[in-house]
């Protein structure tokens, strides 16, 4: 029995043993170089220095873990602040940025246990690591120098820095139980070309803190500015600078402030006059000294006359140097000499369109010495060129570059200037009478550019057209509606509709519940369950279109008819009727600004016949006809009225196969003759009406 328990206790064990992890506790710790923690600050931009690394407790020598470090205020070797799948025990550096009153921080952000299966990590501590950063940013050293040096003999002087410059928030122990700021360990001069302190020479060094004072020896001709600025303790960051002109007493006492493009008067520039010392002048090729070349020297040469060249432009600079006993100082520039003043581009029209006029002109150019001057660009148009101050226009939209091309007189060579122009869409419009009674002028707005229209009218026999560039006369031939349209550039295309003279006559554009009994204008009205037991609706138009207003009225009852009923707004007329035999005569009279057209009558009446009554009656001779017709209204024996038709005041109407009238005559004679000379064969409908009485009848054209 005991031998048993023994074996069973043995093989958990196993078990238990088989399936048990090794757990490691990781943490960040500094590997070279990390200050301790009574020292906790680093050096910003200081490369080699800072080193960090993981470590597992219980570490075997085989890695265990992958991991991500992030940075604030600091950076990997290759310029990224995260670090992903770093083992354990592998150093990296880490290089803090030069930030003011800002910690660096090393922190583990991820950890990933590689055999999951066998091992597990725990978070130990530290896994972040700050320190303060000592940045000297915003500290500028107090510096003084004893003299500024005459240019002509060599001199000594002293610089001299006051104080210390500190590094904001960073304290360290004063040796008595307390703490003061730290302050820095370095600083870095600068001096001018060939001047010596300290056994340097024209350059910049660096000495310790505790050397804040130091003696400099000028040479003979040099100016130039002597710097200082304090350094951390890696002299890998610094403060401000501080720096102190020392221009020896040179400076420019006479120049221009600047010079006119073209303006090849000369001009007199001037410094300080240092005896014995050589002045040598450089201007650009092209340009003479006193007269001679553009590049002249001699002992006490301050003030020279130069004249410019504008054919072959350069640099335009002016400047001298100063020389004695082989020394030789930096170039002199005036700094309130501008140079050549450059010819702008310039444009008084604040908004500019498409197709319109825009004033242009070429400033800071000296008007007497041009040649020549012409324009171009992409769709640029020269309206009126008067050189330097010209009239363009634009054919495009856009962003339009406008050049210059100025050719001043003695010159091969021409200069030239552009200028880029934003141009808006173009606003044309088509103006003028849209009722054309006889004769009108039509515009179009807002365009100046010459030679770039074309008139067209559309159909081609209503009128006659004068066109000049931007507008065109219109005369009438004949009635109708056209379109007149102009074409600018090939481009653009404005139209116009125009109604030419007046209306002719009345047509029927459509009609409901209306039956057209195919007589000149005669309609029977239907049966319909509105207000009235019979009712219909008639659209007139005129036969050109051109018509702006329809005015109706009663002509006339129907003979042996009821009263029907009418109602009209526009070009519509409504009729009803309250029984079946009822009936009306209408007459509808087009208009618009030039006039009026025929009257037209309409017949409308209900009835089970197919046509009104005609209670006149009429004869055609001869029928066909072929040159005059004659029209001859009768008395109706059948009248039923009380005494004989009046057939006096008759209005005689012929309608063509479309329903339009094409002739019209009121008469007190019976007899009628028409001429039908050059009317198209086929048959029309003669209509006459006496008072209350009307009669039709077909008139044959051969």
Known sequence: MKKTVLFLTAVL?????????????????????????????????????????????????????????????????????????????????VVYDDVLNQNGIVKITKAEVINASADSLIKGSPTQLSYQIASLKGQTPSMTVSANPIIGSKQTITAQIYGDVIYPGIYINNGSGGSTNKTAEYYEWT???????????????????NQKSISITSDYVTSGEVKVRALNGTKTA????????????????????????????????????????????????????????????????????????????????????LKKDGEVSNWYEPTTYQGVLQPIIANSTSTIYQYENAFFSIS?????????????????????????????????????????????????????????????????????????????????????????????????????IQQNETSCTLSKISNGKMTLSATINNVVTLTKEISVGSPSWVITSSYSNLNDDNYANNFRIFPASGNYAYEG????????????NFEWSFYSNINRKNIAYWWASGNTVNVGAKTNNSGIVLQCIASNGCGYSYTAL?????????????????????????????????????????????????????????????????????????????????????????????????????
């Open 364 to 464: 800071n150019i000296f008007a007497s010495s041009i040649n020549s001057v012409s324009w171009s660009g992409d769709g640029v148009y020269i309206s009126t060129n008067n050189g330097i101050n010209s009239k363009l226009a634009f054919a495009k939209s856009g962003i339009i570059r406008v050049y210059a091309t100025i050719l001043l007189q003695g010159c091969s060579t021409p200069t030239i200037i552009y200028k880029d122009i934003t141009v808006n869409a173009n606003r044309l419009s088509l103006s003028g009478n849209p009722t054309l009674c006889s004769q009108d002028n039509y515009l179009i707005n807002n365009l100046t550019i010459d030679n770039l229209v074309s008139w067209n009218k559309y159909p081609d026999n209503l009128v006659s």
């Open 191 to 209: 001096l001018p070309q060939n001047w010596s302190a300290v056994g340097q020479i024209g350059s910049t060094f660096i000495l310790g803190a």
């Open 13 to 93: 064990m196993a078990i238990f043993m088989s399936t048990a992890k090794n757990t490691y506790t990781y943490k960040l710790v500094k590997s070279s170089n990390v200050p301790d923690a009574s020292n906790l600050y680093v050096y910003p931009n200081a490369s080699n220095l800072y080193y960090f690394k993981i470590l597992l407790d219980n570490y075997n020598g085989f890695a265990k873990g992958k991991f991500t470090i992030e940075l604030e205020n600091a950076k990997f070797t290759d310029g990224t602040t995260k670090l992903e799948n770093l083992y354990e025990g592998y150093p990296f550096q």
């Open 602 to 702: 309409y017949t409308f009446y209900t009835g089970t016949t197919t046509q009104p009554p005609l209670p006149l009656k009429v004869s055609i001779s001869p029928n066909p006809v072929t040159a005059e017709a004659n029209i001859v209204v009768l008395e109706d024996t059948l009248s039923e009225t009380t005494s004989k038709i009046n057939v006096s005041d008759c209005d005689i109407t012929i309608f063509n196969n479309y329903g339009m009238p094409i002739y019209r005559k009121k008469t007190k004679d019976k007899n009628t003759k028409v001429n039908v000379s050059g009317w198209q064969k086929g048959f029309y409908v003669v209509k006459i009406v006496s008072k209350n009485e009307i009669v039709e009848d077909k008139l044959y054209v051969q």
């Open 537 to 548: 609706s008639l659209v007139a138009s005129d036969y050109e279109g051109i018509a702006t």
């Open 238 to 321: 610094g403060s401000e600078t501080k720096t102190i002109l020392l221009d020896r007493g040179f400076t420019f006492t006479n120049n221009p402030t600047s010079i006119v493009f073209g303006d090849n008067a000369a001009k007199t520039f001037s410094t300080t006059l240092f005896n014995g010392i050589t002045y040598e002048w450089s201007v650009p090729a092209g340009w003479q000294i006193n007269g001679q070349g553009n590049s002249l020297e001699a002992v006490n040469l301050n003030s020279v006359s130069i004249t410019p060249e504008f054919c072959n432009q350069s640099d335009n600079k002016v400047k001298v140097r």
